[in-house]
């Protein structure tokens, strides 16, 4: 159920019965929030289970890692540089990144259990040992599949418009929290 931050009173009284029923109509249409069912999956993911990640690392204090997923929804390529990871955090050029990824990996664990999304859904944050031809033990940056920026991107959109409460109630609840 969609709730509201703000409320729209409309006096009705000098309204028709049919433009009663019209106005009802229409604004039941404005709330519709597909479920997990009626979205279109992409490489495993929907919009409903992308924002669900992003609630999840911002409700784990994981905000390095949040960043990072939507600077890989906004880029081109959808890669993001190991130097941009460290000005996001701004960490110590001598810090590793070793274990960067977990907090999403253990989300995208639950989602795959909870049947949120597929088991081969692909990663959203993979790290990149090799690219342009070069080749390195540590990674040079993480990388999102091209296609999946769009499902990312839309779910983005999503926790912006508002109608993110219903999520955000369903993460806390899932969370333990009141």
Request: proline content about 4%; overall charge positive; aromatic content about 4%.
């Given at each position: 159920m969609v709730r509201f931050r703000q409320q729209l009173v409309v006096d009705i009284?000098?309204?028709s019965p049919a433009q009663v029923e019209a106005l009802k109509h229409f604004i039941s249409t404005l709330f519709v929030i597909p479920t997990q069912e009626d979205e279109e999956s992409v490489h495993g993911w929907t919009r409903t289970a992308a924002a669900s990640a992003i609630l999840d690392l911002r409700a784990n204090g994981k905000t390095v890692q949040e960043?990072?997923?939507?600077?890989?929804?906004l880029a081109d390529d959808g890669f993001v540089s190991r130097d941009l990871v460290y000005q996001?955090?701004?960490y110590?050029?001598?810090r590793q990144l070793r274990g960067f990824t977990r907090a999403l990996n253990n989300t995208v664990k639950s989602l795959k259990i909870d049947g949120a999304i597929a088991d081969d859904a692909a990663d959203p944050m993979a790290p990149v040992y090799e690219r342009d031809g070069?080749?390195?033990k540590v990674a040079l940056g993480f990388e999102m599949p091209i296609e999946l920026r769009a499902v990312f991107a839309a779910a983005?959109?999503?926790l912006?418009?508002?109608a993110d409460e219903d999520l955000e109630d369903e993460h806390d609840w899932e969370q333990g929290e009141d």
């Open positions: 009284t000098r309204m960043a990072v997923l939507h600077a890989e929804t996001l955090g701004s110590n050029p001598e070069v080749r390195s983005y959109g999503l912006r418009s508002g």
